[in-house]
């Protein structure tokens, strides 16, 4: 990926993996800008999340504990992940494949409907 250059996908609520087919490299700086709405379960979200304190119980058991339901989440080669959210900008101290997903807990991808559109701009 150029410097300048913009990409765009699609991310899928119900996927519990969303490949992008891009690789990141090390030292890289993007700007990530996510629009659109998608569901959990009946609860309408964008890709900041919610929060609900019903919920609460089970926030232990999120992919990412410490990021709010159903925010959009990237991982490089599927590690550790790091919030997307609305709009971020990351510069990426390791490289690999970028991976994107709401951040949901394992095996309720089921009830999830909608998808986000996922902008991202190599600025560096």
């Known amino acids: 990926m150029n410097v300048n250059e913009t990409i765009e996908f699609r991310i899928i609520a119900s996927e519990y993996w969303n490949d992008t087919g891009l690789v990141v490299e090390p030292g890289q700086t993007c700007q990530f800008e996510a629009s659109g709405t998608w569901t959990d379960s ?44 609305s709009r971020n900008e990351i510069t990426f101290d390791n490289g690999g ?28």
């Open 42 to 85: 009946y609860i309408d979200t964008n890709a900041d999340g919610f929060d609900k304190w019903y919920m609460a119980a089970f926030k232990p058991f999120r992919r990412s504990p410490k990021n709010r339901w159903f925010a959009l989440m990237g991982s490089l080669d599927k590690g550790k992940p790091f919030l997307i959210g």
């Open 97 to 124: 494949k970028l991976y994107c997903f709401a951040n949901d807990v394992k095996g309720f991808y089921g009830n999830n409907k909608g998808e986000l559109t996922l902008k991202l701009k190599r600025i560096a």
